[in-house]
């Protein structure tokens, strides 16, 4: 009986999450991307956690590199480039809200423990200042590498977010 | 009558031995001399990221000559001018022993050998800068170096007219606090 009624409940329920996924799905097509030929990438800021230096360098330092890398901008600025001045720029602000330090050498003894993770926030602005896109990304490293990989892993995941949202 | 004939002989022998066994050994001591007659060098650091032309995790040689910092990988140069630098901080870190493929292949060795190997650790210094290229643009670079030699780096390149936020002072204070409280 039992077997039965939970049959009876999927199949009813199939139709309703076959809906739910084409409208999620529609309502994705439908987004419009945004359109812009350049970006400027600010300094990564941390104002609400302390985050050592070389975690801020190689977090902004990996954005430019993989931006670049995704190729949907003719022009990939650095904060303070004063070349930085074309009408559809769009610029990324960056600002760690989360930050756990882990260690390498527990990551590898034990495989569960001593991860290193980076939460931060990013918006997308154009010149003025208007919102564009607003995202919070993760960046962690579980069991191979330094923790300064944690960097690599939040830029590959940012230019994911700039491949997705951008024309 | 023959002693002495024989004595100034083995004298010779010993001489020519002597000096023999000198330049056998002459590259080694003239290389230290090179690296105690320039102490701003540092061989054996690491270019984590952030130099133009340089892959990540490239080793080489750090040194601060004539108003930059030079980082040398066999005939590939990076130069910053000390002068553009406008952050200098140091600080501590360990990486495996082992390291590199075979380091990374050592962890798929057989009952946990690669877990053990990863528990033997070396100390290492990490400098990093951030600093301006000529557009005005800001740039950041991560380097390792040997355990005693960052703050010295930073020294050097305060000396050349770098800037930095924490005085090397303070630094060094709160390196050996840091060191004490471990002991």
């Not at chain 2, 023959?2 to 100034?8: G, L, R, S, V």
């Not at chain 2, 105690?36 to 750090?62: C, D, I, R, W, Y």
Request: charged share 20%.
């Amino acid at each position: 009986m039992n077997r039965s009624a939970c049959s009876i409940a999927l199949l009813s329920l199939a139709p309703i999450l076959l809906f739910l996924r084409g409208s999620a799905s529609a309502e994705e097509k439908t987004q419009p991307k945004i359109q812009a030929s350049a970006i400027q990438i600010l300094m990564v800021q941390s104002e609400e956690v302390e985050l050592p230096i070389e975690f801020r360098l190689a977090l902004y330092e990996n954005l430019v590199e993989q931006i670049q890398k995704v190729n949907k901008f003719q022009h990939v600025y650095r904060d303070g480039d004063p070349a930085a001045a074309d009408s559809d720029l769009v610029i990324l602000h960056s600002n760690v809200y989360g930050f756990k330090k882990g260690s390498e050498e527990k990551r590898q003894v034990t495989t569960v423990s001593g991860a290193t993770s980076i939460n931060v926030h990013c918006l997308f602005t154009d010149k003025a200042g208007k919102s564009e896109l607003a995202q919070d990304v993760t960046g962690k490293v579980r069991f191979m590498g330094g923790n300064l990989r944690a960097t690599y892993d939040f830029a590959k995941k940012v230019a994911q977010v700039v491949e997705k949202n951008f024309q | 009558m023959e002693i002495p004939a024989k004595m100034p002989r083995a004298l010779l022998i010993l001489c020519a031995a002597s000096i023999w066994i000198g330049a056998g050994l002459p590259s080694p001591c003239l290389a230290q001399h090179a690296s105690a007659s320039n102490p701003m060098s540092f061989p054996e650091s690491k270019q984590v990221l952030g130099l133009k032309g340089l892959k990540h995790n490239t080793s080489g040689t750090l040194s601060v000559e004539n108003g930059s910092l030079v980082f040398t990988k066999g005939k590939t140069k990076a130069v910053v001018p000390a002068s553009s630098i406008t952050e200098v901080l140091t600080g501590k870190d360990t990486e495996r022993t082992i390291g590199g493929t075979v380091g990374t292949l050592t962890l798929f060795a057989p009952y946990g050998a690669g877990r053990f190997l990863s528990l033997f650790r070396t100390k290492i210094d990490t400098l990093a800068i951030e600093y301006l290229d000529p557009a005005g643009a800001v740039h950041g670079a991560v380097f390792t170096l040997r355990e005693g030699n960052a703050l010295g780096a930073k020294e050097a390149l305060l000396g050349q007219g770098a800037k930095t936020s924490v005085p090397v002072e303070v630094e060094a204070e709160a390196a050996a606090k840091q060191k004490g409280k471990k002991q």
